[in-house]
């Protein structure tokens, strides 16, 4: 049986690298302290509501607000640093 040929190797291109100077990250204040008050705050909130509804077997309205408050300060706290 014939043996093929070996491939030869291609050489890879390499381009200069591109000389990047360092970028400064800004750097963010703290969150004001209304802000933490009213993520925590609203959270709290919520889960009184949650307690309530279900303690005094109240609409599922007051469970849906109190989900809603909740999840409001869980976003909240995306932006908080």
């Known amino acids: 049986m014939p043996v093929s ?3 030869k190797p291609k050489k890879a291109k ?8 360092p970028v400064q990250a800004k ?3 703290p ?6 008050v ?3 705050g609203l959270m709290a909130l919520g889960v009184v ?4 509804r279900f303690i005094f077997q109240l ?10 408050l909740i999840g409001a300060g869980f ?4 932006n908080y640093r």
């Open 27 to 29: 750097t963010k204040e």
């Open 59 to 68: 609409d599922y309205l007051l469970l849906v607000f109190g989900l809603a």
């Open 38 to 40: 009213t993520m925590f």
């Open 14 to 21: 390499r381009s200069t690298p591109v000389p990047s100077t």
């Open 5 to 7: 040929k070996k491939r």
């Open 49 to 52: 509501f949650v307690l309530v």
């Open 75 to 78: 976003v909240m706290t995306t």
């Open 31 to 36: 969150s004001p302290t209304w802000y933490v």
